[in-house]
């Protein structure tokens, strides 16, 4: 790969012989050593390009059935419209943040709805599970997708 030059002015608080980090154009975070200049000069360094890397995105069944919501998630989604009609000038964010903190405030009996319905969830989830012809490829974190 090509090398990069890059103009780099030695910082005031760096000696002769010691490293300091600067971050390249492309967000690569450099370590150079201070050739023996005064502070305030500049220097040519040559660095190499940082190589993208992309991230493969795991494959997933379309036909795989739904994974299984926790209460928390069917709390979250029962109270959300309530509350964005109550406070429409809320970010999506904001929102969250307050679904979270209403969730932290409840006592467990008003809780308990919405844990009920996350275990009949978790059910529906194994037994869709079970009954699915890919499940071995799931269960063995084998993501292939029928042909």
């Given amino acids: 790969t090509a090398l990069h030059p890059l103009e780099v002015i030695i910082p005031a608080e760096v000696k002769p012989g010691d490293p300091f980090y600067i971050r390249a154009p492309d967000g690569l975070l450099l370590r150079v050593t201070s050739p023996d200049v005064a502070p305030g000069e500049v220097i040519i360094?040559?660095?190499?390009?940082?190589?993208?890397?992309?991230?493969?995105?795991k494959s997933r069944d379309p036909n795989a059935p739904k994974r299984a919501s926790n209460a928390y998630m069917i709390f979250c989604k029962s109270r959300r419209p309530q509350l964005k009609a109550e406070h429409p000038e809320l970010a999506f964010g904001k929102i969250g943040a307050k679904l979270g903190e209403i969730w932290r405030d409840l006592r467990p009996d008003e809780k308990r709805p919405f844990e009920e319905q996350a275990a009949r969830d978790r059910q529906r989830y194994k037994k869709e599970m079970k009954e699915y012809p890919g499940a071995a490829e799931y269960k063995n974190k084998k993501r292939v997708l029928p042909t």
């Fill in 45 to 57: 360094v040559q660095y190499k390009a940082a190589k993208n890397k992309t991230k493969r995105k």
